[in-house]
């Protein structure tokens, strides 16, 4: 099992290398996004309540979730298209057990996050990020990234898997984008104006797990940021991997 | 059901899908050990939903089989053990080189870590791409990713191989190529190969014996020599040596059996008997004072079977799928 895992996620990372595309953009668009939301949007720390002294401090939050997205697309393309090709049913006629296949190809999808979120934290230092969490928030700041990515990823996995083609999964990154975009990405929920736009803040799942990552950075560290952080994002990932895997035992059918 | 090692038996193996499409309707198949089987029929005759229950990718809806010993509903994973199986597209990943795809393979199938690149390596060798093992699948033509398939599914040394369609686009030169390895295969390792094919010369050229699927039914079996000998009627092509003793020259072969189409210049009859028909067409023709420049005897072939077996000609059929605009 374990000589499958790490071959399945050999090859889940070698896919990526090869395919530029699905690097750059997972890296360099969150910045430039960062960059000129940081640079556009500072006023707002001047707002009564807003918790930062620098727009950065509270935008850099956002990469580590649309990194999280790019890793929804990956997963579930790479998937998608192994349906496609017939990479799938070579699969199924080895040994291999299900688990290697989706921890496999989760695991390289992860890899891609963890870079990509080491090199936010660089560029954030570069930039002069105020990190109030100390070295052990950096730890743990990685940890709650690494889990949002796994359950963004877990669930492309789910749609490339039970689709079987890889422009079904793209359909889906507009409405990832729009979850997004529709939670506390851009303002504390408190300072959001409209009613409407509040409330949906305050029910999209993507606002904690912004604002657990955030807290990270703001404020040091935050109990209840944290609790509904990593809690959004534990049980984001168990619902999405059980789906997965629901979606795998369907697809990969053998006696 | 008598049990063999190497082989496979079938029994009644029927295959439903939604819509109440019956793909495979009650199959009876003995494959023996080491034989190359071949199964041939038309587009949608049957023959890969055959291929991927007897590889377990697909549970039958009723019947039973048993491939290498080995039921292939309760013992799935034990019939995988003993298979390889290139099924109809060369499943590979365009990413990846012909070698990091053995690697993957060897270690997917249980090969020991140091077996493991040294195998890759020689069945990279047999098929002819140590060449092009480092290059990315992407770029290899038809007949390479062809044999890439084949490699893989030869790592663990499978008793028991299944080849569907396995030489379908392939170029003539490709195609011979492929026609030689599984050849190797059957007689000299002693794999047992169940190959599928629409193309008649594939099955006349590998097959010890061959079945005919044709909806879902198996409407032939046999050795490709005892199926022509069962319709048994050789076609006589005849051109005479002048045009205008045509007419003349057909008269005397419609005696000895009934026109078929010929090329053109020639008549052509099918012999309403076998090969000693033929001192008596030349003694009609010479008693009708008839010179003649070509005088060819055709043996059936095995689009003659499928047309004696089904009312409809194979070729004509894969002509016509293969002129649909994909």
């Given at each position: 099992?374990?000589?499958?895992?790490?071959?399945?996620?050999?090859?889940?990372?070698?896919?990526?290398?090869?395919?530029?595309?699905?690097?750059?953009?997972?890296?360099?668009?969150?910045?430039?996004?960062?960059?000129?939301?940081?640079?556009?949007?500072?006023?707002?720390?001047?707002?009564?309540?807003?918790?930062?002294?620098?727009?950065?401090?509270?935008?850099?939050?956002?990469?580590?979730?649309?990194?999280?997205?790019?890793?929804?697309?990956?997963?579930?393309?790479?998937?998608?298209?192994?349906?496609?090709?017939?990479?799938?049913?070579?699969?199924?006629?080895?040994?291999?057990?299900?688990?290697?296949?989706?921890?496999?190809?989760?695991?390289?999808?992860?890899?891609?996050?963890?870079?990509?979120?080491?090199?936010?934290?660089?560029?954030?230092?570069?930039?002069?990020?105020?990190?109030?969490?100390?070295?052990?928030?950096?730890?743990?700041?990685?940890?709650?990234?690494?889990?949002?990515?796994?359950?963004?990823?877990a669930l492309g996995a789910f749609v490339g898997l039970r689709s079987g083609s890889g422009e079904t999964v793209q359909g889906f990154f507009p409405l990832f984008f729009v979850l997004l975009f529709l939670?506390?990405?851009?303002?504390?929920?408190?300072?959001?104006?409209?009613?409407?736009?509040?409330?949906?803040?305050?029910?999209?799942?993507?606002?904690?797990?912004?604002?657990?990552?955030?807290?990270?950075?703001?404020?040091?560290?935050?109990?209840?940021?944290?609790?509904?952080?990593?809690?959004?994002?534990?049980?984001?990932?168990?619902?999405?991997?059980?789906?997965?895997?629901?979606?795998?035992?369907?697809?990969?059918?053998?006696? | 059901?008598?049990?063999?090692?190497?082989?496979?038996?079938?029994?009644?193996?029927?295959?439903?899908?939604?819509?109440?499409?019956?793909?495979?309707?009650?199959?009876?198949?003995?494959?023996?050990?080491?034989?190359?089987?071949?199964?041939?029929?038309?587009?949608?005759?049957?023959?890969?939903?055959?291929?991927?229950?007897?590889?377990?990718?697909?549970?039958?809806?009723?019947?039973?089989?048993?491939?290498?010993?080995?039921?292939?509903?309760?013992?799935?994973?034990?019939?995988?053990?003993?298979?390889?199986?290139?099924?109809?597209?060369?499943?590979?990943?365009?990413?990846?080189?012909?070698?990091?795809?053995?690697?993957?393979?060897?270690?997917?199938?249980?090969?020991?870590?140091?077996?493991?690149?040294?195998?890759?390596?020689?069945?990279?060798?047999?098929?002819?791409?140590?060449d092009a093992a480092d290059r990315k699948v992407r770029g290899y033509s038809g007949g390479m990713k062809r044999r890439l398939d084949l490699a893989l599914a030869l790592v663990h040394h499978p008793r028991?191989?299944?080849?569907?369609?396995?030489?379908?686009?392939?170029?003539?030169?490709?195609?011979?190529?492929?026609?030689?390895?599984?050849?190797?295969?059957?007689?000299?390792?002693?794999?047992?190969?169940?190959?599928?094919?629409?193309?008649?010369?594939?099955?006349?050229?590998?097959?010890?014996?061959?079945?005919?699927?044709?909806?879902?039914?198996?409407?032939?079996?046999?050795?490709?020599?005892?199926?022509?000998?069962?319709?048994?009627?050789?076609?006589?092509?005849?051109?005479?040596?002048?045009?205008?003793?045509?007419?003349?020259?057909?008269?005397?072969?419609?005696?000895?059996?009934?026109?078929?189409?010929?090329?053109?210049?020639?008549?052509?009859?099918?012999?309403?008997?076998?090969?000693?028909?033929?001192?008596?067409?030349?003694?009609?023709?010479?008693?009708?004072?008839?010179?003649?420049?070509?005088?060819?005897?055709?043996?059936?072939?095995?689009?003659?079977?499928?047309?004696?077996?089904?009312?409809?000609?194979?070729?004509?059929?894969?002509?016509?799928?293969?002129?649909?605009?994909?």
């Open positions: 099992m374990r000589t499958q895992i790490y071959e399945m996620a050999r090859r889940s990372v070698l896919q990526t290398l090869r395919q530029p595309a699905l690097i750059i953009p997972p890296i360099v668009f969150p910045l430039i996004m960062m960059a000129i939301n940081t640079g556009g949007l500072n006023a707002a720390t001047n707002l009564p309540g807003f918790p930062a002294d620098t727009y950065l401090d509270f935008a850099i939050a956002v990469p580590f979730m649309q990194c999280a997205l790019f890793a929804c697309i990956n997963a579930g393309a790479a998937l998608a298209r192994d349906v496609e090709t017939g990479f799938l049913k070579r699969l199924a006629m080895t040994p291999m057990q299900r688990a290697a296949l989706l921890i496999g190809q989760l695991g390289g999808v992860m890899l891609v996050a963890l870079v990509s979120a080491l090199i936010y934290l660089v560029v954030g230092f570069a930039a002069g990020m105020d990190f109030e969490a100390g070295p052990a928030g950096i730890l743990a700041l990685i940890v709650l990234a690494l889990l949002i990515s796994l359950a963004f990823a939670s506390s990405m851009s303002l504390p929920r408190p300072l959001i104006e409209q009613d409407w736009f509040r409330f949906i803040a305050t029910y999209n799942p993507v606002s904690y797990m912004i604002e657990g990552v955030r807290s990270f950075i703001i404020f040091g560290w935050d109990g209840e940021a944290l609790a509904l952080g990593f809690g959004v994002a534990i049980i984001g990932a168990a619902a999405a991997i059980a789906a997965a895997s629901s979606a795998l035992r369907t697809r990969l059918v053998r006696t | 059901m008598q049990i063999l090692p190497n082989g496979i038996e079938v029994e009644g193996l029927v295959r439903d899908f939604k819509g109440g499409v019956r793909a495979v309707d009650g199959i009876d198949l003995s494959v023996e050990p080491g034989e190359i089987y071949g199964f041939l029929g038309p587009n949608g005759a049957g023959k890969s939903t055959t291929v991927l229950m007897l590889t377990t990718l697909l549970p039958p809806t009723s019947g039973t089989a048993r491939v290498a010993g080995h039921d292939i509903v309760k013992e799935g994973a034990q019939v995988r053990m003993a298979i390889g199986a290139a099924l109809q597209e060369a499943a590979l990943d365009g990413l990846l080189t012909g070698r990091e795809h053995m690697r993957l393979q060897t270690a997917l199938q249980g090969i020991p870590k140091h077996e493991r690149q040294q195998r890759g390596d020689d069945l990279l060798e047999r098929v002819g791409l140590t028991i191989l299944f080849l569907d369609e396995p030489t379908t686009g392939l170029d003539p030169q490709s195609r011979a190529d492929m026609w030689q390895e599984v050849a190797r295969l059957a007689h000299e390792d002693g794999v047992t190969v169940f190959l599928t094919t629409q193309y008649l010369e594939e099955a006349d050229a590998l097959a010890d014996r061959i079945a005919i699927i044709d909806h879902g039914k198996i409407v032939a079996r046999g050795t490709p020599a005892s199926l022509k000998a069962e319709i048994g009627r050789p076609t006589l092509e005849v051109e005479p040596a002048e045009q205008s003793e045509r007419d003349a020259v057909d008269e005397v072969l419609r005696r000895f059996g009934a026109p078929v189409t010929a090329r053109p210049g020639a008549v052509a009859v099918r012999l309403t008997g076998a090969v000693d028909q033929l001192p008596g067409v030349i003694r009609a023709l010479d008693a009708e004072s008839l010179t003649v420049t070509d005088f060819r005897l055709h043996a059936p072939t095995l689009d003659d079977v499928f047309l004696a077996k089904t009312g409809r000609k194979l070729e004509s059929e894969d002509r016509e799928a293969e002129a649909v605009p994909a």
